[in-house]
């Protein structure tokens, strides 16, 4: 029997990306929960094997006006402490942390563009490590999750001292985004057109970066998915 990965979207361009084929080759059906669309309280019941959450250009402390979210805090509290993976990126990692008992706050500034990371001790042990050499990450926040008990930050910025977190193995929080590939990065381009103008941010820069930094980026970010699920998976 195969397993089951579910993945919640918020938009439609915001999808697995590179992470989709790797599921699909350990086994894996995957399907998507259309988030404000979908009735998320039915994942449970369906009792995946591993539960990712994706992202979205809202706060993750705005269920009053996207009450989604508290479905999303219920789904990570109770598939987590049944033992299910639970993956979250950017927004998802932040539904983590506040499932953790942990706030999420406005930075002093958005963090959208292509840095490095530098990791931790911790992150230097974890399923980060091939990050360690120094490649630039899609980074497109601009809140950050307060440190988790018994949780250490794997990887830091200058802006954000805490872009990933593990607190406990089969859950994985990522602020940053791996899964993004340069056949996808044009639609990011349209779908934040508004945020990256508000912003100040060049598009052409953007662009020219991400022609810079996908291309050796994405065999690393496969490498640590890869090490996650068979991480997961043991």
């Not at 292509?114 to 974890?126: H, I, K, N, P």
Request: glycine share 8%; aromatic share 6%; with cysteine.
């Amino acid at each position: 029997m195969s397993r089951k990965a579910i993945a919640i979207r918020h938009l439609a361009f915001e999808d697995l990306g590179l992470l989709e084929p790797l599921l699909l080759r350990h086994g894996y059906r995957v399907s998507y929960r259309e988030a404000g669309v979908d009735d998320l309280k039915r994942i449970e019941q369906e009792k995946p094997d591993v539960l990712i959450i994706l992202g979205a250009p809202i706060s993750v402390n705005d269920p009053m006006r996207y009450p989604f979210l508290e479905d999303e805090f219920r789904l990570v509290s109770e598939l987590a402490g049944a033992g299910t993976a639970v993956l979250g990126i950017c927004l998802g990692a932040q539904v983590i942390a506040r499932s953790w008992g942990a706030p999420v706050t406005p930075m002093t500034g958005k963090e959208i563009g292509f840095s490095s990371l530098e990791l931790t001790e911790a992150g230097q042990d974890s399923v980060l490590a091939p990050l360690a050499d120094g490649h630039d990450v899609l980074h497109w926040h601009g809140e950050e999750c307060a440190l988790l008990t018994m949780a250490p930050s794997l990887a830091e910025t200058g802006m954000c001292n805490n872009q990933a977190f593990q607190p406990v193995p089969h859950v994985l929080g990522l602020q940053f985004h791996l899964e993004v590939t340069l056949s996808s990065f044009e639609r990011w381009l349209i779908g934040h057109c508004a945020e990256l103008e508000a912003a100040g941010l060049d598009v052409s820069a953007l662009r020219e970066r991400a022609r810079e930094c996908l291309p050796a980026l994405e065999p690393v970010a496969s490498e640590v998915f890869e090490r996650w699920l068979a991480q997961i998976e043991r």
